[in-house]
């Protein structure tokens, strides 16, 4: 088959030197880094050494992906595998207040953690902090599927978000390590593919499994495939190991950014949760939340801007345009997504009565074009060697096709919803990887990490917020509705539970209902609660598409150089970027997240 995209790549940059990465080592270079007056200053000299060129067989190649791409399945599986059992898993533990804390508790630790997790893996290596995130997995799964309460689950599933940030963000800094930027979208394409299948697959595993065998199997699938995974790694990957020492490691991690970051998010995202649910919003609980939340901001950027010296989000990042434009980007574009495959099974379930599995299949319209454009954004930057054009058709599409979500109702046919799926899913495909691209494009290799793991940390925080904001919008439209169902004739203790906090939990009787008006009226309620989330989701979308005329063009190289890891040979790099290749943009660009 033949696919004409543009001029071909040179002989040297084919499929088959693509599956034999080499690896090209920094030059030597001796120079001296020294901070500047604002920051606490030092200064050192370091001699980075030649080293012959590595070059992997394909069979290594083959094998480190399939590690890869496993454990990132398991990770984007549990961000909406629960989506479709979370009325069967609050039934069975008697709790209804576990409906959003099961999703929330996964992704607000998720966020948090994500530039964490990078800064470990400058310090002591990417193997053994990818290791060790996938070994946490597995052991916070055993306990996810043993959880006899809801407390129990909520913190297992918070544990099995920290580890989940951990591997989402790690294996896109592994691959970037790998491979040129010319290959890379290549393997970030097969990345996204993943994601976008496991994604689409969690609502219909979820179904599955809880109609047929018990919820619990939603957490034991993950351990056959994590341990896999954690065994491929341990024997196939081959990065550069520093060998930091352990005292020296930790003297080097910012702790006042990690913490103030960690702070604010778990801050911010309880405060949001609790307010106008658990707690009225002034409350002095969701205040207090708030308040401290808005407060760790300003230590964590005085801290990164003043006090450490290797900060996990350098704030020069977010001076460039282009930069601050992709990252806008991938808040936008995950914020509308999860609140589709969110919020999507939800209107299934109750405007349309369908069942969990059903649910699932009927979020396959967006699930699949969104992972085909992944397999052809690949193909077309690797090709092309272009992607400011997909960012631009992507975001349009985001748009519009979330804007059609706004007009679904309970008698909305199932052809017109699928129609509207394809539409979102085809612009949220499209901007996976290109964001991404353009962001790695203008910081150096020895950036690249950081640059990674900053728009892993804005994407979830876009996945946190849209679950979140979701469920706070949704149950006040429902309590709204108050008035409507009872004007309809419903009884009073059916009112109160179709239109309090519990309302997503108690979709199941609306099958008890025998009259047809009373019925439709529910189902009019629960797709008029939802239509608020569309509208909030389009207006991000909007955002996006304003960013999109932001992003600026880059060449995009096709030679490589090895990343080295560690704190003497992360200094060597960037005395080597700074001294040779101050003219480039991605130097410039270098200088000022330095700075």
Known sequence: MAMVLGQPPDAEDTIESIELPAARPPPPAVGTLTSSSESKGFETTTQVP???VQRRSSF????????????????????????????TICSDLHSAAGYSWIGASYVIATTAVVPVWAKLSDIWGRKPILLAAVALYFASSIICAASSSMAMLIASRSVQGVSGGGLASLINIVISDLFS??????????????????????PVLGGAFTQLLSWRWIFWINLPISGAAFCLLLLFLDVHNP????????????????????????????????????????????????????????????????????????????RHKSNAACLAIGFAQHFVINCAEYYLPLYFQ????????????????????????????GLFIYRVGRYIELIWIGVILLTVGNGLYIYLNATSSIVSIAAFEVVAGLGAG????????????????????????TIGFIRNVGTSLSIIS????????????????????????????????????NIDLIATISNKAQKLAVQQ????????????????????????????????????????????EKRGIIVATLDGAESTPAATNREEISA
């Not at 108050?482 to 419903?490: I, K, M, N, W």
Request: a positive charge.
């Open 50 to 52: 030649s080293e012959p």
């Open 60 to 87: 290594r190649t083959f094998t480190v992906m399939v590690a890869l791409f496993s454990a990132l399945f398991i990770t984007a599986l549990n961000t909406t595998i629960v989506a479709t059992a979370i009325p």
């Open 181 to 202: 930027m010319r290959s890379r979208p290549l393997f970030l394409g097969l990345l996204h593919v993943t994601w976008a299948v496991a994604g689409g697959l969690g």
């Open 243 to 318: 060998k930091t020492k352990l005292a020296e490691g930790v003297k080097a991690i910012d702790w006042a950014g990690s913490l103030s970051i960690v702070c604010i998010m778990v801050m911010m995202l309880l405060g949001l949760n609790f307010g106008g649910t658990a707690y009225p919003w002034d409350s002095p609980k969701v205040i207090c939340l708030v308040v401290v939340g808005a407060l760790m901001v300003a230590v964590f950027l005085f801290s990164e801007g003043r006090l450490t010296r290797y900060p996990i989000m350098p704030l020069g990042l977010f």
């Open 350 to 377: 109750s405007a349309k009565e369908a069942s969990p599995l059903r649910s699932g299949l009927l979020l396959l319209p967006l699930i699949i074009p969104e992972a085909l454009t992944g397999i052809f954004t």
């Open 430 to 453: 499209l901007l996976f990887e290109p964001p991404l691209i353009a962001l790695q494009a203008l910081v150096s290799q020895d950036d690249t990490a950081t640059a990674t793991a």
């Open 470 to 505: 979701g469920g706070i919008i949704f149950q006040n439209g429902m309590r709204l509705q108050r008035s409507t169902l009872r004007d309809h004739g419903l009884s009073t203790d059916l009112v109160e539970n179709f239109s309090g906090p519990d309302a997503a939990t």
């Open 525 to 568: 309620a629960f797709a008029w609660s939802l239509r608020n989330i569309w509208i909030t989701a389009t207006c991000m979308a909007a955002c996006g598409l304003l960013a999109g005329g932001l992003v600026t063009k880059k060449e995009l190289a096709k030679e490589h150089t090895e990343t080295r890891t560690g704190i003497k």
